[in-house]
T-cell receptor, first 108, second 116 residues
Framework: KNEVEQSPQNLTAQEGEFITINCSYSVGISALHWLQQHPGGGIVSLFMLSSGKKKHGRLIATINIQEKHSSLHITASHPRDSAVYICAVLDTGNQFYFGTGTSLTVIP | DTEVTQTPKHLVMGMTNKKSLKCEQHMGHRAMYWYKQKAKKPPELMFVYSYEKLSINESVPSRFSPECPNSSLLNLHLHALQPEDSALYLC???????????????FGQGTRLTVV
């Protein structure tokens, strides 16, 4: 069993739809990251969370430490949002774990 | 400058070749990382350098040899690779070794390596 589980693995949405990607983890963490990886490989860090909620443009990330769960929301999705979204956690022992990623395709 | 620059972007090499991957950052970060990523899989940590010293080696075969000549530059020397080593190699940096996920992480665009 992976320490970090994401769902769904694949997601196809129509442009404009509200999208939610979920991440559950089994270890005690000091921080959780949402990363975005476009075709071609480069990874961009979207958010780092240790509690609560963060918003950046159309992206919102939330975390519930007690439930060991985080969500990434995309409002008014756009084809340029198509990418793989990866949840990654740093545990309290300074070990980091990556989820397997959610591949998002937004259709015009 | 908040970029991690990796060169080359693509590399095709034979199993008897010697090549090197290069990673550069000018953000003053003291921790730099090499990751290997196979298709549709999450990145796997290979090496961590902290203050130009190797601090983590995740049991990587010796055909991969990292080098950190200075605080801005990280190399990965490749020799006698196997076809299964074909992957995307990602470099990342952060302010300190415990910080790649505690602080903002910066990743390079990666080098797509094909071993023939």
């Amino acid at each position: 069993k992976n320490e970090v589980e994401q769902s769904p693995q694949n997601l196809t949405a129509q442009e404009g739809e509200f999208i939610t990607i979920n991440c559950s983890y089994s270890v005690g963490i000091s921080a959780l990251h949402w990363l975005q990886q476009h075709p071609g490989g480069g990874i961009v860090s979207l958010f780092m969370l240790s509690s609560g909620k963060k918003k950046h443009g159309r992206l919102i990330a939330t975390i519930n430490i007690q439930e060991k769960h985080s969500s990434l929301h995309i409002t008014a999705s756009h084809p340029r949002d198509s990418a793989v979204y990866i949840c990654a956690v740093l545990d309290t022992g300074n070990q980091f774990y990556f989820g397997t990623g959610t591949s998002l395709t937004v259709i015009p | 400058d908040t970029e991690v620059t990796q060169t080359p972007k693509h590399l095709v090499m034979g199993m008897t070749n010697k090549k090197s991957l290069k990673c550069e950052q000018h953000m003053g970060h003291r921790a730099m990382y090499w990751y290997k990523q196979k298709a549709k899989k999450p990145p796997e940590l290979m090496f961590v350098y902290s203050y130009e010293k190797l601090s983590i080696n995740e049991s990587v075969p010796s055909r991969f040899s990292p080098e950190c000549p200075n605080s801005s530059l990280l190399n990965l020397h490749l020799h006698a690779l196997q076809p299964e080593d074909s992957a995307l190699y990602l470099c990342a940096s952060s302010q300190d070794v415990a910080g790649i996920l505690r602080t903002e992480a910066f990743f390079g665009q990666g080098t797509r390596l094909t071993v023939v």
